[in-house]
Nanobody, 121 residues
Framework: QVQLVESGGGLVQAGGSLRLSCVAS????????MGWYRQAPGNQRDLVAT???????SYAESVKGRFTISRDNVKKTVYLQMNGLKPEDTAVYYC???????????????WGQGTQVTVSS
């Protein structure tokens, strides 16, 4: 069952911008906090940004001032606007959401399949 689907990745030059989207299944009962993570080859998966159900945000130090996370609770979608991209931002970006599939199932984290972001120098 696919619960989260990312899109918007691609190849851009340094200094360029991309907007990533992550759409959650419409049937999901409720969504709590959501976030974006990234993983470069040979590296661990690192937190990029998070956003609570109320819209409070948090960012990794490396992306502060350049990336903006937002969400649309009606569309059950979380976005990551990435400006001023650098080659070191190159990675697979993964959406994560803490959610309940139904009212009587436990809350847990789900991952999207990932979308590739490549920034050329």
């Amino acid at each position: 069952q696919v619960q989260l689907v990312e899109s918007g990745g691609g190849l851009v030059q340094a200094g360029g911008s991309l907007r990533l989207s992550c759409v959650a299944s419409a049937s999901i009962f409720s969504i709590n906090h959501m976030g974006w993570y990234r993983q470069a080859p040979g590296n661990q998966r690192d937190l990029v940004a998070t956003i609570t159900s109320g819209g409070s945000t948090s960012y990794a130090e490396s992306v502060k001032g350049r990336f903006t996370i937002s969400r649309d609770n009606v569309k059950k979608t979380v976005y990551l606007q990435m400006n001023g991209l650098k080659p070191e931002d190159t990675a697979v970006y993964y959406c994560n959401a803490n959610l309940k599939l139904t009212w009587n199932t436990p809350t847990k984290n789900y991952w999207g399949q990932g979308t590739q972001v490549t920034v050329s120098s």
